[in-house]
């Protein structure tokens, strides 16, 4: 990834002039951290599902399988 530093400029083809409310470094950066949460997903898992809505479904199904088979064993743990 590419590492940003102190010396940071504007490119030589924009101007201040292109930028009339002026330039904050990080403006938005808080409120995005506070209200997202980005996950990364790999090449393969992305291939598969292509957008949040697929993801979300998916891991929605994954959650309640989950929970049926857990109250599964709860109950059938009383067994000797």
Request: glycine fraction near 6%.
């Amino acid at each position: 990834m590419k590492q940003r530093s102190d010396t940071d400029e504007l490119r030589k083809e924009y101007t201040l002039e292109d930028f009339p409310g002026g330039l904050e470094r990080g403006k938005y950066a808080a409120r995005m951290a506070e209200g997202s949460n980005i996950v990364r997903l790999d090449p393969d898992i992305a291939h598969a599902f292509p957008d949040s809505p697929s993801v979300n479904e998916a891991l929605r199904s994954l959650l309640r399988i989950a929970e049926r088979a857990s109250a599964l064993t709860k109950r059938s743990s009383g067994r000797s």
